[in-house]
Every structure is written in C-alpha cells, then in structure tokens.
C-alpha cells in the first residue's frame, strides 16, 4: 500500500514538474505581474496654474513653444511624411503650415536617451545616459522569454554582474546636474508645463518638477485603458517578449507632481490631449512651453474601439489596432491646433512635431520605417530617421522643406534661442541651432560635418554621408555611403578602410572620457530586415542591442 502511495506521489510530482516546466514563462509572467506596485486610486481632478488675462501685448520675442512628442512612430507611419499606416491629416496640415525636415534624426534609437537629448541638446557621450531604463528584473525576463521562444534568432544576453551593479530603475535617470530645456525658458519668463510620458527618472533631483517643470502630469505606468475596459480593443503580440512583460506588468495610471498613482479617465491619449487643452487654455495670457510627451503609438498596443472601426478593415488585428492608435495621435495634433487658433495664439506659437525614434519590430508590422532598413534599438536608419516639422508663423514660410540633416539635438539650441534665452556656459551642447535653415543656409556648420550616436560600445557617426556603425563586443560593423546609397543597402567596411579609418578616428574622439550612467543588462538580437513575427533564417542579417 505505502508503495503504491509512494509511486503515486512520485508520479504527481513527475506530472507537476513536466506542466510547470512546460508553464514556466507563464509562471513567471504571473510572479511579476504580482509583485509590489503602488496602489492606483481613482480618478482625480487635475487643475492648471491660471495665468494672467490674455491681453493684446503679449511679448513677440517670446512665442509660446508647444512640443508634441510622439512614441516609437517611424517616418512612415504618418501621411505628410510618408504613405501612412492610416490617413493622418492634421498632421499633414501641421506639417504643411511650416517646414517638414526630410532628413530629420532621432537623438537616439532608443526612448529615454532620446528624450534626454531633446531636452538637453547633449548627446549620449555628454550626458552618460545611453542606455533606456528598465523596471527592476526585467532584463532577466525580455531574455528567458526571448530564449524561451527565439523564432529562430540568435540568443539573448543577460548579464547578472551588471544588473547587480546599476542603480535602481527609479534612481536612472537623467542627473539633476543637466541644464534642460524646461530650466532655460522657465528662467526666461516661461510657464513650463510638462503632459505624459517622462522616462528620465524618478529619484530625488530627476522628476520634471526638478527639471525646469513648472506642472506636470506624468505617465505613472503603460495601459491605455483598462484591459477589460468596455471601449477597448485589445492586440496582444506573442512573439515579443517585451510585450508579454507590459501585458503582465503595467496598469493604467498617472500621477501629478510625483505624488500618488491615480487612474486617468477615458483612453490615455485623449485624457493627456484634453489636459494639454486646458493647460493652453490656462496660460494663454503668458509665454508658455507646453512638453506633450504622448505615450502612443507605443506597446502595448490598445485603441478604443471607435479608433478601431474608423481605420477600416485593416489586416492583421494587430495592424488595424496600431492603425486606431495613429488616427488617435492624429486628433490629438488636431485639437491642440484648434486650440491654439480659439485662443487667438496660433500665430505666436512655435508647435513642433516629431517622434522619440524610429518604429520597432517587436510591433509585427511591415512598412512602418520605410523605405529604411533598421527598427528602434538599431542605429540603422530605421531606427533613426524620424518625422519632424516645426511650425513657427511669420518664420518659417508654409511648406517649406529642408533637406539638410538635423537631428533633435538641434531642437533645444534653435527653441532656446526663438525664446530668448542663453545656451549654459560650462558645458558643450551637441546640437545646433536650426535658424540658419529657414533663412537661407542649406547646412549646418557641425565639427568634422559629424552627427554621432551610441549605446555601451555600440558607435555611430554620420559625416560628409558616410555612416559607419561599430558593435565591437559582437564583431559587427557596417560602412555605408548614404550619398549613393541612402537605404543602407551595400556594406562597404570591408572595401574602403581609409574610410573606416577615418570615422573610427572621429568616434574614439568623441567618445574619450564619456563615462556611462549605467551598465548595459541585457543584449537582444535584432534581425534588420525582417520584424518579430517574421521567422529568422541562417543568414538573415541582425545586430545585437545592448540596453
């Protein structure tokens, strides 16, 4: 009897371990998912200062300045700066009322490094900051349910030492040594506002009330809306791992000031555009600069069902949802525009458009950063090649067209110098002030004519066309000459070493003495031509990210 009892339990063991073995990503899906997060409350007021009564003196030498940031939107996601995932047109007629850059460059090909050179006009070798923050643990998890599920590609990465070794998630950030954006206008006479996604910090010195942010209303989390919400569509994508972390993780919130998580009300776009639209509304009356970081179209990936049903029918799911996202970016742009013209400031408002980085792959789909090869978290110029136009009245004539390279470096020197202030002394700023390009330059005057990236060792730099793109740690390099081949097609590294000579000379340059915030956690294989859906096959080019 004891024996059959024996070799039953045995069995059931046998049986546990096989289904939770079989279970395990879902198990640990379920492990994170419950781990400590604050508690959301329910929805709260949120009031913008009053400003002054608008009066007919406002200051013309201190136009107001509205950026909307859009998220991991590539070039031709939008119609106006490509074919369009769905009609996006005011967009389209943002763009078309002032100059639309055709060769416009991300800061970086990742969200937080990106955002931090926006507002720093400093680079990743200036500021340390080259690689995106993660939620504690999560290098770990995007690489076991990389590996789990790898479709074919090459292995991740993880490197415990250096996960060991970073601070915490909400300790890297950008350091409150960094002059921004925000501080210089604010310090000029500005009411400085900023809506949505941060991603630069949440320690003491890094929050945008400590960057130059007079209010602030901040993504606390990632959902859209609830998952189970009546007005939802929902498109989960199960062959990204970084999806199914956010599916198992993130929760539909926000916080004012740093304060406590609260639940916004209606569809996350349409809730942070409502409050952009009363911030105007509020400061009217004073120079204001209004930072609209929208969190869309990023994963995961949810559109209300009105969104979805007005893209038509869209193939597959996941597209069409994506698709509902982008004609909810659309009516956002279009309100703040409307906006600005009710109030009677459309004239004496600087708004500017772009996105953090180019499109990723782990969306699943086709065509999103055509006609370029690459995706976010690669510096091909996928990655990099991102939609940008700045509207500026009695500036900058309508549908003007610069072809020169510019990158969002650029943005806080040339919006610095429209409001009226004074670039910081006792640093370097990387980026240029863009005016010369709307009044009669076609270049601007760069060192060595050089644009440069990087993330760990990972290192880029575009000079006089050339881009040459060094990975060390895995043996990759491309060299490619974008003057005759502008799509990155033929990798010339191994046919022109003066050149490679020659640029590897301006990255070491540029890079001695950077010292990096943080450790790079976990290394991802990126297949270059074909996105996360798609099965890799021996011989399909990649590269790997370190983040």
């Not at 409350?41 to 003196?57: A, C, F, L, Q």
């Not at 416009?104 to 690689?131: E, F, K, M, Q, W």
């Amino acid at each position: 009897m004891w024996k059959k009892i024996s070799l039953g339990a045995v069995a059931l063991i046998l049986v546990a371990g096989v289904v939770g073995y079989a279970k395990r990503m879902d198990i640990l899906l379920y492990v994170v998912a419950n781990r400590d997060l604050p508690e959301t409350g329910p929805n709260r007021p949120v009031t913008w200062e009053k400003g002054p009564e608008k009066t007919e003196s406002l200051p013309v030498d201190k136009p107001n300045i509205v950026f909307i940031l859009l998220d991991d939107v590539g070039i031709n996601d939008l119609s106006g700066f490509g074919e369009g995932i769905t009609p996006t047109p005011n967009i389209a007629r943002l763009a078309a009322k002032g100059a639309i850059f055709t060769n416009a460059y991300a800061g970086h090909a990742n969200c937080a490094p990106s955002r931090a050179a926006i507002l720093t006009g400093r680079d990743a070798s200036s500021t340390g900051y080259d690689v995106t923050p993660t939620p504690d643990g999560m290098g770990r998890m995007i690489a076991m349910i990389g590996n789990y599920n790898p479709m074919g590609r090459p292995e991740y990465i993880y490197d415990k030492a250096a996960d060991a070794a970073n601070p915490t998630f909400d300790a890297r950030g950008l350091p409150g040594s960094e002059i921004t954006l925000a501080e210089i206008l604010r310090d000029t006479g500005y009411h400085t506002m900023h809506i949505g996604k941060w991603h630069l910090g949440r320690a003491e010195g890094m929050w945008p009330k400590d960057q130059g942010f007079d209010e602030d209303l901040m993504m606390a989390s990632g959902l859209f809306l609830p998952v189970d919400d009546p007005n939802v569509v929902n498109a989960k994508l199960p062959f990204s791992s970084l999806d199914k972390f956010l599916w198992a993780r993130v929760q539909y919130s926000v916080m004012q000031g740093g304060g406590d998580w609260f639940a916004p009300k209606g569809y996350l776009t349409d809730y942070f555009t409502e409050h952009a639209v009363r911030a105007i509304e509020a400061n009217a009356g004073r120079p204001f600069f209004l930072y609209l970081a929208h969190w869309g179209a990023h994963t995961p990936l949810q559109a209300t069902k009105e969104d979805y049903e007005a893209v038509g029918d869209i193939q597959p799911h996941r597209k069409r949802v994506y698709a509902g996202m982008m004609h909810s970016l659309d009516r956002s742009v279009g309100r703040i525009m409307d906006k600005l013209e009710a109030e009677g400031i459309a004239d004496n408002t600087i708004l500017v458009l772009s996105s953090d980085n180019g499109a990723a792959d782990y969306i699943g789909v086709d065509g999103v950063n055509a006609p370029y090869r690459g995706w976010k978290n690669t510096f091909f110029e996928g990655g990099l090649k991102i939609p940008m136009s700045v509207t500026w009245p009695g500036k900058i004539a309508p549908g003007t067209k610069i072809d020169a390279p510019v990158t969002h470096l650029d943005l806080m020197p040339t919006l610095v110098s429209a409001g009226g202030g004074a670039l910081p002394v006792d640093r370097d700023i990387d980026g240029h002030d863009m005016t010369p390009l709307w009044t009669g330059s076609d270049r601007l005057t760069r060192p060595d004519d050089a644009i440069h990236w990087g993330t760990s060792d990972y290192r880029v730099v575009q000079a006089g066309g050339w881009k040459l793109q060094l990975n060390p740690r895995f043996d990759q390099g491309w060299l490619f000459n974008l003057n005759d081949d502008p799509t990155e097609q033929t990798n010339l590294i191994d046919e022109e070493p003066e050149k490679v000579a020659e640029l590897t000379a301006l990255i070491e340059a540029h890079w001695a003495g950077s010292q990096p915030l943080a450790q790079s956690v976990v290394a991802g294989p990126l297949a270059i031509d074909k996105h996360l859906a798609d099965e890799f096959v021996a011989g399909d080019a990649f590269v790997y990210w370190p983040n």
